[in-house]
């Protein structure tokens, strides 16, 4: 049962009504804020990410500390590693990452743009050891 005391807004922000912005869990994406944070009192985030820059070293072996999370990539694509195994995930896709599931994004395209929602909003990131080599990311054409 909802709990009625939490905030629980209702909110509609239009597409040019936030803008893309860096400063984000990483410096090679931009980042745009859908209000569900500030809707939700913070339980949940929601935001639009895309590339920035060509992948270099991509994410490093990370867990997540959250409860739920899912990407839906809406252009392009990305590869990630979840614990030892590749996983291509292109436009169209939804992938559920379970809580505490060791992953790394490695490598991406220069249209890449993915939905991505967390809770709680606040989650946490945490550097682990992975269980795996990482292919190299596929150098973007040059210009």
């Known amino acids: 049962m909802l709990d009625k005391t939490m905030v629980n807004n209702f909110s509609h922000l239009k597409a040019d009504s936030t803008p893309w912005v860096s400063g984000g869990l990483r410096d090679f994406f931009l980042y745009r804020d859908l209000g569900v944070l500030a809707a939700t009192g913070g339980r949940v985030i929601a935001h639009l990410v895309k590339a920035n820059a060509a992948p ?58 993915y939905l991505e929602i967390v809770s709680p909003g606040d989650f946490g990131t945490i550097e682990v050891e992975g269980p795996c080599d990482v292919p190299a990311p596929t150098p973007w054409p040059a210009g």
Do not use: N
Not at 56 to 82: N, R
């Open 56 to 113: 270099e070293t991509g994410t490093g072996w990370h867990q997540h500390q959250a409860d739920f999370q899912i990407v839906i990539m809406l252009k392009g694509w990305a590869k990630f590693m979840y614990e030892d195994k590749e996983h291509l995930v292109a436009a169209g896709d939804c992938v559920h990452q379970r809580p505490g599931i060791t992953h790394y994004l490695f490598d991406y395209s220069p249209d890449m743009e």
